[in-house]
């Protein structure tokens, strides 16, 4: 039986996941700390951060539409002084 060591990457907005493969270890601190490597993300894969807010990993889609919504309220915040 065959098997991958990796890690699954998932979208924290609508669950669509993807696989990393493990591609093996780095040294850090010469040699004291090892740190696993994986493969890439897949482009338009996103982390969101906002304090206080969100902490996200976001799959290409999701993370247009958290564009699309963030500039959504910027210009909305933007055109609230413009009646003044």
């Given at each position: 039986?065959?098997?991958t060591?990796?890690?699954l990457l998932t979208c924290d907005l609508c669950g669509k996941t993807v696989f990393l493969k493990y591609v093996g270890d780095s040294e850090a601190d010469g040699g004291f700390t090892r740190?696993?490597?994986y493969e890439d993300?897949?482009?338009g894969w996103q982390t969101w951060?906002?304090?206080d807010v969100i902490h996200s990993t976001l799959c290409p889609?999701?993370?247009?539409?958290?564009?699309?919504?963030?500039?959504?309220c910027i210009n909305g915040i933007k055109g609230e002084g413009e009646d003044d």
């Open positions: 039986m065959a098997e060591e990796g890690k740190v696993r490597r993300r897949p482009d951060h906002a304090t889609s999701c993370n247009e539409r958290m564009q699309d919504a963030l500039l959504a």
